[in-house]
């Protein structure tokens, strides 16, 4: 089972960054509504990409730390388990169907051309 997630862009492709002109940056929106800790590669970022993606997503809307995991090309995302509570704890990967919310991301890396 895979994360049911949507990727919206800010951008149609990545933008060149800086006088090389051979890396390049996109932004946009991870919409992540049923986690799943069996991973898949996001192949919609990297595939911008040539090699050496680097992703930093913000944390979600509902309160969730997300990372990009550079073995599985794709998010991870960790909650408190006591969130609602209010106590405070060690964060532990989300279980499988739980809805991360929205978060944003910059994704950079080497582009084609």
Not at 79 to 98: M, R
Request: hydrophobic share 40%; aromatic share 8%.
């Amino acid at each position: 089972m895979a994360d049911t997630i949507t990727i919206t862009f800010d951008l149609v492709k990545p933008i060149r960054v800086g006088a090389y002109g051979k890396v390049g940056m996109i932004t946009g929106q991870a919409n992540l509504t049923s986690y799943s800790q069996t991973k898949a590669a996001l192949t919609s970022i990297t595939g911008l990409f040539v090699r050496a993606v680097r992703v930093t997503p913000q944390p979600s809307s509902l309160g969730y730390v997300t990372r990009w995991d550079d073995t599985s090309s794709c998010f991870r995302a960790y909650g408190n388990t006591s969130v609602a509570s209010g106590a405070t704890g060690a964060l532990v990967e989300c279980s499988n169907t739980t809805s991360v919310g929205t978060f944003d991301f910059v994704a950079i890396g080497q582009i084609a051309g």
